[in-house]
């Protein structure tokens, strides 16, 4: 059987995704084992090589899981800690008594926007997510109030605001000022995740309903074996949930505080990684949140593997997922929706935009959008005189960031956490995404005509 080529591969990419919503929105397939069945059946009708359909499917689920395993375990121990001693409800009264019960979506907008800065959409939101059931909780909102905000402001920064990974790399592909390329972000970011957070959430909680049971929100939210006088304190909390964040800054500010290749260097990069910076912190928490509230290693022990249970089946979908955004590259179905967006004759700014929108919707991968965008939009945007390569970086952030859907990992992610159906998070997680990724392009073109 030949490989298929052109429209058609478009065709059968598009017919995946359908056959994955309709299998499991309708027919209540196990999301794991439909995501493994039509990888494998979409390599096959493509014509990829039988030997390699498997093979690639393996490569995208460990490629993804490679690093979301180990912060989903780590992340889920250090919030089941927070939750235990009393640490998120802490958080969630503090928010609610400064804010106010009516404006918590826009507490957990600000809180996402900080402790989004430094680090990937996948450990803020597990660092977020017990302090957003606490929220809920106290205050009688659904979790789709309380948690969209959140989720999107994670998204913004992820997907605009350098130092995010994938926005570094583009800032460095278009040759862009940083300093400001961080300003425009944050004149193009902060506006964007009040419409797409707050406020479409006010809008969507209507017509969403929520089970009334969340298995994963029972797990940590369990009441603080504590008095509500006895918990613990408010510095010393944030202190534990925002270390991971602090140490990654200072691993992507190693080479400004000691000289790079040096013994020192390498030690602030390795405290700067994620999984590390996550470690210390769930060591930390060992202490701060368990032996200084008179738990006992047993009580600990017992803590922490209680929690990571309900999250095996979250970290096999989600590795799916991945896997089968693996199967759409290697299957060439992401090169031929490239082709489409970069023979569209149309503005440089929009091109990026357009360019990561089309590789992000193949392959479910905000920063895999953003870092191939760039590469191929770069040559251009070079010959085109008078491109600001700053609001380019913000157009193909803007585009990497477009309908989170089945082959995505967040998509699951937000879905199992916030114990949603697969409709229900199309119609409040992937239209959030996409507001962000249209207003943040307006914005961005607005801009351009200013500056």
């Known amino acids: 059987m030949g490989a298929v080529t052109g429209t058609t591969l478009l065709i059968y990419a598009l017919i995946a995704v359908i056959a994955l919503v309709i299998l499991i929105a309708k027919f209540k397939l196990n999301p794991f084992i439909t995501l493994v069945v039509v990888s494998i059946a979409l390599g096959f009708a493509v014509g990829m090589p039988m030997g390699d359909i498997v093979k690639s499917f393996e490569a995208g689920v460990g490629g993804t899981l490679g690093h979301i395993a180990l912060v989903i375990g780590l992340g889920t121990m250090l919030g089941k800690m927070m939750a235990e001693s009393g640490g998120a409800e802490r958080i969630a009264l503090t928010l609610i008594n400064f804010f106010g019960e009516k404006n918590v979506h826009w507490a957990m907008v600000v809180i996402a926007f900080i402790v989004g800065l430094p680090v990937f959409f996948e450990v803020g939101f597990v660092l977020l997510i017990p302090i957003a059931f606490n929220v809920a909780k106290r205050t009688n909102t659904s979790m789709i109030l309380v948690g969209i905000p959140m989720v999107c402001g994670l998204s913004v920064v992820h997907g605009l605001i350098p130092p995010h990974p994938a926005a570094l790399l583009a800032v460095q592909a278009y040759g862009a000022d940083m300093g400001h390329t961080i300003l425009y972000a944050l004149i193009v970011g902060v506006p964007t995740a009040i419409i797409a957070g707050p406020l479409f959430a006010k809008l969507?909680?209507?017509?969403?309903?929520?089970?009334?049971?969340?298995?994963?929100?029972?797990?940590?939210?369990?009441?603080?074996?504590?008095?509500?006088?006895?918990?613990?304190?408010?510095?010393?909390?944030?202190?534990?949930?925002?270390?991971?964040?602090?140490?990654?800054?200072?691993?992507?500010?190693?080479?400004l505080i000691a000289t790079p290749k040096t013994f020192a260097?390498?030690?602030?990069?390795?405290?700067?990684?994620?999984?590390?910076?996550?470690?210390?912190?769930?060591?930390?928490?060992?202490?701060?949140?368990?032996?200084?509230?008179?738990?006992?290693?047993?009580?600990?022990?017992?803590?922490?593997?209680?929690?990571?249970?309900?999250?095996?089946?979250?970290?096999?979908?989600?590795?799916?997922?991945?896997?089968?955004?693996?199967?759409?590259?290697?299957?060439?179905?992401?090169?031929?929706?490239?082709?489409?967006?970069?023979?569209?004759?149309?503005?440089?700014?929009?091109?990026?935009?357009?360019?990561?929108?089309?590789?992000?919707?193949?392959?479910?991968?905000?920063?895999?959008?953003?870092?191939?965008?760039?590469?191929?939009v770069a040559p251009i945007a070079a010959s085109v005189p008078g491109t600001r390569p700053e609001l380019l970086v913000l157009t193909t952030g803007a585009g990497s960031l477009i309908l989170s859907h089945v082959n995505d990992g967040g998509f699951w992610l937000v879905k199992e956490y916030f114990n949603m159906t697969v409709a229900q998070t199309f119609k409040t997680w992937s239209v959030a995404e996409t507001i962000i990724s249209v207003v943040a392009l307006l914005f961005t073109l607005a801009l351009a005509t200013v500056v």
Not at 224 to 234: C, D, R, V, W
Request: glycine share 10%; charged share 15%.
């Open 204 to 255: 969507i909680d209507k017509h969403v309903k929520l089970p009334e049971v969340n298995p994963l929100a029972e797990q940590l939210t369990e009441e603080a074996a504590t008095a509500k006088g006895n918990l613990p304190g408010f510095g010393i909390t944030v202190l534990t949930i925002l270390l991971p964040v602090f140490l990654m800054l200072i691993g992507s500010w190693a080479d």
């Open 265 to 376: 260097n390498d030690v602030l990069k390795l405290i700067g990684n994620s999984v590390m910076a996550l470690l210390i912190a769930t060591l930390f928490s060992f202490y701060t949140f368990g032996k200084a509230r008179g738990f006992t290693r047993e009580m600990i022990l017992k803590f922490t593997n209680e929690c990571v249970a309900p999250t095996a089946i979250i970290t096999l979908v989600v590795g799916a997922g991945g896997g089968f955004g693996r199967v759409l590259r290697d299957s060439g179905i992401s090169t031929a929706i490239v082709d489409v967006a970069t023979h569209a004759n149309v503005s440089v700014l929009v091109l990026g935009w357009l360019v990561a929108v089309m590789i992000r919707i193949a392959t479910g991968s905000a920063t895999v959008a953003m870092t191939t965008a760039a590469g191929i």
